[in-house]
């Protein structure tokens, strides 16, 4: 029984143990709870208040420009970038800043890249970026200036670098109108890009021009975003969500940059050369050949493709890269400096001259007026006296002449456009004019057939669409102007001068290019081409690819081509033994291989209006071959330079010629030059093997 008791006191001490060593860990648990959840309530809250959601942009790289062999025109670099916090710089004391800055200029400038303090003054009061940007102020600093910032950071707080992507030309000013510029998103476009598919911010670049401009989405990569929560203190603590940047698609063109850069050479060196004729006299005054500025153009008439385009003066695109000052753009756009950044192909308007007389030609086979029913057959002679007078004119100018009142005698449509005789058109243009059944604007109608008049549609932006003059455009224009006009009424002389791409008529290079491109590929107007596929950049795969398109199929029979065609051949290829009478670019092709490579053209001189001095003719010539299936044609026009045949058709054969014989040069990059240039003076600075072999035999013999 005692022992019955003693197990049960036992058992008892045991549990009472037991119970209370799970008091005493229950206790500080209690505690412990009632330590987090009542007295430290108050700070996870404002711990957890201090983390945020922010959402961090990734910039994606853009696309590169491949030429039609895929050589890469347009690459990207990285690009080390002086920022400024506005955030941290607002707590400098104003009276502070202006020392800051001058301190972060002279230190910029001392190493090589002239920063003015202005420069940073008006980066960081610009509206353009929100009180907690990091404004960018100074490009492509050096990354010892980099290293040298942070490691002195405290001399300017606020002040700090990153890294960007910018765009790098391997060719350097070569294709520079074509393929356009990147800039700073204007206040403008940052409006007008808010609902863009790939997002903008406030800094970003956008296409300002040519391929860059017109290609602008697919060459803009698409940012990346990364979802994260930070801390008060800009800690990342958690990665919500992250999508990568990707790269903007390739776009790939068809230029080819060889011939690109023979025409930006060979266009150069006509302008040159143009510039160097002497000095000529008339009764009115002095006349100079300045020869500024021009325009070639070079196209595939059997699809519209466009294989160079070049416009002088041209400017450097790398001036956009770390952002143009105001200074540096307003010479681009000086016409004091002939408009380095007109893009003189599609933006330039001239008078076509004689090269407009082939559709006139085509305007008087069409109607029948050069026909059974009309005034002339096609081969039927007018008699070309080199002056034409208006039958029944009264007053006013009633005598038109040709060039230099030169004479050529009987020609029929053929020699009319091989000698250009202006007499020969005056007839027809009068005879649109006067003869019953006939309409005046039929030569408008017909160049309107070939594109004249309104844009090519060409893949490229800000195209000019020239203009074609009609009986109700010069009453408008009276209207607006009456000063610049004797009167409000269209007259024959208005015609007459119409019908030779004179007076009011106006066009492209690009429009003359695509004209004649219909008129040899047998009747089919192309919008002309300079895209020719989006390239994926990781596999290099098609995204999408651009074919040709047809704006028109124009009537062209036989019986209408070929008398206008032989013609044109003329021009090159044709010259009288009885009486020495050539095609107009006779000389320009003599010994030309024809034989292998024929080639046929038209030449151009036209007249340039000025109320303050006389100025040169502006020289044109369309040139295209090998015929009977032409591959190019091509277009020159040269400002205040003189006779097309003189100076423009030289241009075109020493072009055509590389072509015919084959011995069109490669064109380098600026780094293979440089590889080039380095290679050739280590063979200049090292013997070579033959040089050290005579040089021992030499010692030898010496040595006997």
Known sequence: MN???????????????????????FIPLVARLWYLQIIKETEFIERVQDNTT????????????????????????????????????????????????????????????????????????????????????????????????????YKWPGVGTTVITVRDYPYGTLAAHLLGYVGSLSEDEIGQVQSAEKTYLANDEIGKAGIELFYENALRGTPGRKTVIVDKFNNILEVVEEIPARAGSDVQLTIDIDLQAMAEQYLKDGLDIARQQPTKFEEEGVIIYK????????????????????????????????????????????????????????????????????????????????????????????????????????????????AGAAAYGEVDLRLALTYSSDTYFYNIATHFDILPGFDLESPQVAAK?????????????????????TPDSRREAYRQNPEAFLTDKWLTGDTLNTSIGQGDVLATPLQIANAYAALINGGTLYAPNIGLRTVNP?????????????????????????????????????RRTDNGLEGTAYSAFLNFPHEDWPVSGKTGTSEKQSLDALIADYALFVGWGPNPDPEYVTVVILEEAGFGGSVAAPIVRRYFEQIAYGIVPRFLSVAEADEAARQLAKELEEPSVEVEAIADSSSIGSGD
């Open 54 to 153: 922010e959402e961090i942009i990734e910039r994606a790289p853009r696309g590169r420009i491949l030429d039609v062999n895929g050589r890469i025109l347009v690459d990207n670099r990285q690009s080390i970038v002086v920022t400024i916090d506005k955030e941290e710089m607002a707590t400098v004391r104003s009276s502070k800043l202006d020392d800051l800055f001058f301190d972060l200029a002279r230190e910029i400038s001392l190493s090589g890249q002239l920063t003015k303090v202005a420069q940073i003054e008006e980066a960081y009061v610009s509206e353009r970026y929100g009180p907690f940007a990091k404004v960018p102020v100074v490009s492509d600093i050096s990354k010892e200036l980099q290293v040298y910032l942070a490691e002195y950071s």
């Open 3 to 25: 022992r019955l008791r003693r197990l049960d006191r036992s058992r008892r001490l045991r549990l009472g143990i037991l119970g209370a060593v799970a008091i005493s860990l």
């Open 538 to 574: 990781i596999s290099g795969e098609t995204e999408v690819q651009f074919g040709p398109r047809v704006t028109r199929e124009i009537y062209l029979p036989d019986a209408f081509t070929q008398p206008i065609i032989d013609g044109l051949a003329g021009v090159t290829t044709w």
């Open 291 to 402: 020869a500024p500025a021009g325009a070639m153009v070079v196209l595939n008439p059997q699809d519209g493709t466009v294989i160079a385009m070049a416009s002088f003066p041209t400017y450097d695109p790398e001036l956009f890269v770390s952002g143009i000052s105001q200074d540096e753009f307003d010479d681009l756009i000086d016409p004091g400096n002939s408009l380095p950044l007109l893009n003189r192909v599609i933006q330039g308007t001239y008078p076509p001259g004689s090269t407009f007389k082939p559709f006139t030609a085509y305007a008087a086979l069409d109607t029948g007026l050069i026909g059974s029913r009309g005034i002339l057959g096609v081969n039927s002679m007018y008699l070309d006296e080199g002056i034409f007078t208006i039958p029944t004119c009264e007053g006013g100018t009633c005598e038109f002449q040709n």
């Open 449 to 469: 057939y070939f594109g004249f008049g309104v844009p090519s549609g060409i893949t490229l932006a800000n195209e000019n669409g020239g203009r074609i003059p």
